[in-house]
């Protein structure tokens, strides 16, 4: 009978990007945590019970072991309770189930200093985070629970969107509304919770496409050795709608839309957009559609993966290293012989989903179990490697040893409610929210805002019930109501009614107020006392509770408490209030 939908936090994302040899780069998508993320030469992954491993190279202590030498060919675990993780060139962040941000590798406030920093051990940096990422060892970007994005680090291309090139050493707040974000070191990519996808940063290598005159924003740098400018877009412009999940690569942006579509935009250095050609300057501003069904992208330097819904693995672009996975196979070669290609090449079946490195890409199964190709150097002892010039590449995948990943659930755009910006179809208020406004019973605070988490008053919650109970007429006014006020007639009806015998308009809402006014209004029914330890028996508001939990109307805040003064919000009112006469 009574509803209780679980509030959904809207997810993902990631910045990924590059600075020297090689940083992870998976698709951030809309709702879903990554489980598995691999660096140029290290890998980490979360396992069914949420520890998370690692392996692979530990230089700048990236493995979070307490050293910085050696690397370690044997998956070993660094922290519980994990939720996501990233891992960039010599960054590694991970967002625990419990909000807590943790960071490790180089510690990005001594970039650009005379002595840069390592982090040995994991490093507590914030809470309320859903997710974070890094671009390779400049800039960290999180997601917070309020969908807020924040970023520090450098900002030198305008990448945090905030209107400045002013760069951070702690967390600047950029944004509202953020559903996932990728980015590379020039470039960010936002995906809104609206579904729309935004960018800014450097125009340079085709993946940001400038507004002309109309970006008053925009800034110029001369790039130095050529005779030309890059310029800037320091706040987000809009390029498209409908999209569920991006990934910035060191060359390319990935799109995936709500429809399954692949869109690619970008260098075409080895072929990576599908037209038949490469060479190092081609490149195409507008997004280029090159595939359907696709429900997972990611890309590396000059390559591209995907997943279709049917579980196919697909990869192109370059292939010197082996890391499309097809056995060094090409369509066509430069010059030079390296291997290129130029149309989407089958490589496995049952992916759920797949994750690239610089020149490396990791392949999750349906089953939770990794496999890797392309250079594979510093994580990886595998005996059937081919050795290219003097480096251990892996040109067919194969599977990693040691530990299996949990699988993260599809994801969907979680759509607002009623026109408000902060009440989600998810929210376990929705229902009561659309209930509440459609009768008249309260509006939203703006146009845009209901504003679930403002404390409810007296004169407020009195104005609602009696809305809800049809706006009747007072037969008089107490001489402690002041007249001509919103909530006059309100709390006239109240007193007259005996839901209360004293009036103060400002005075919040409490849990045991709330309850005692549904239960009076209700006939103050009998009910068995309720166990809970906060709740006397001689308690004024003792039968009022009891009815209340009978009737589904509210519960305990935990097994043993009620927490009775407790203060209540805009959301938990209208809720109450939906479940005593909606119902």
Known sequence: MRKYILSFVLVLSLCLGLTGQAAAYETSKVGQGVTVS?????????????????????????????GTTDSITEFVKVMDNVNTVQCRDSIVLAVKTDGSLWTWGIDITTINTPQVESILTPRKVMDNV??????????????KTDGSLWMWGDNSNGQFGNGTTESSKTPVKVMEDVAAV????????????????????????????????????????????????YYYQTVPIKVMEDVLSVNCTPTNILAIKTDGSLWIWGQNSHGQLLDGYAGTFRYSTEPRKVMDNVVSASGGSGYVAAVTADGSLWAWGDNTSGELGNNHNATHHFNDGTPLQLEPDFITDNVSFVVCGYNNTVIVKKDGSIWVCGMIDGYSTLSNATQLNGIPVQTVPVQLPGVTTKLSTPATIVGKVGGFDDVLETDYFADAVLWAVNEGITSGTSAASFSPDTTCTTAQILTFLWRANGSPAPMGSDESVPSGQYFSNAANWALE????????ADEPATRAATVTYLWKLAGSPDASLANFSDVFANAE????????????????????TFSPLETCTRAQIVTFLYRAFAE
Do not use: P
Not at 38 to 66: C, E, F, P, Q, Y
Not at 541 to 560: F, L, P
């Open 541 to 560: 508001y003792a039968e009022a509770v009891a009815w209340a939990v009978k009737e589904g109307i509210t519960s305990g805040t935990s097994q043993t």
């Open 497 to 504: 009614n005996g839901l209360t015998d004293n009036f103060n």
């Open 182 to 229: 990728s980015c590379n070191n020039i470039v960010t990519a936002v995906i809104k919770t609206d579904g729309s996808l935004w960018l800014c940063g450097n125009a340079g290598g085709g993946m940001l496409t400038i507004e002309g005159e109309a970006c008053n924003s925009r800034g110029t740098s001369y790039y130095a050795g050529s005779d030309h400018y």
């Open 130 to 143: 859903v997710f974070a990422t890094a671009d390779g060892i400049n800039r960290i970007a999180a997601i």
């Open 38 to 66: 691999a660096g140029g030469n290290h890998i980490g992954v979360i396992d069914t019970n949420g520890s998370l491993w690692m392996r692979g190279s530990n230089g700048s202590g990236k493995l979070g072991t307490g």
